[in-house]
């Protein structure tokens, strides 16, 4: 049974744009890693997170001009400092938003609430081809402050939408949901997932889906920027 778009908004890419999927794990190091390092070059970077040295050094050059990077040295003898996560992740927060970037299905389910949602999914050997987001991961993150009982979920592979909507039972909702199955953007983000029962949307992709989701999303994202280490110190409300 097909469950019905919460939103169909796609945005055209941009070209050169920086906040694109593999473009994303750049910043992700940025604001996880390099944050910690007084300089790095860019094959330092390019090893760690697999990417070309090409993507990477295109990524620095546009975070140089936007004053976000400091470079000094030439050629391979380069090397970079960041200084100014709280402005890249505002300026992340202007240029991605859940909600116009990826496509979402609302359903209700016969199950009776989230344990019993999660059970049948463990029990189904398709709980590392989802990934908990929103609400759902800000509470595996011990972060949860709303009374929402929804269960999120990140599709991983497109291909087990119609298995995965057997297992759990659900029939298309048109207003609200008790299930949610998105669709992801940042699938390379996706990847960073550890490998527990089941995976869980990254802490930061948590905190920046939540950020612009019209259910209590801000109110969270902010909830957990106050809470987890790694937000705590890149988020600057206001």
Sequence with gaps: MKGRFLMSINEAPVEKNIYADKS????????????D?????????ATEIRVSIGLVQKVFGILIVKGLLHTEGVRTAKKFS?????????????????IKKCKMKTYRSALQGKVELLDALRKSNLNQKVALALHSAAEFYECKNTNLNTLELYVLDSAIMSKLEEILQLEPQERGYEVLLIEPYYKSL???????????????????????????GQEQAEFMAQRIPELKRIYKNG
């Design 37 to 45: 390092k007084e300089a790095f070059s860019l094959r330092e970077v």
């Design 24 to 35: 994303a794990l750049i910043l992700d190091w940025l604001l996880r890693i390099g944050i």
């Design 82 to 98: 960041f200084k100014k996560p709280a402005l890249l992740l505002k300026n992340w927060l202007e240029q991605y938003s859940i």
């Design 190 to 216: 996706l990847n960073l997932s550890s490998d527990k029962s089941i995976k869980i949307s990254p802490a930061l992709l948590t905190f920046l889906d939540l950020y612009h989701f019209p259910l209590r």
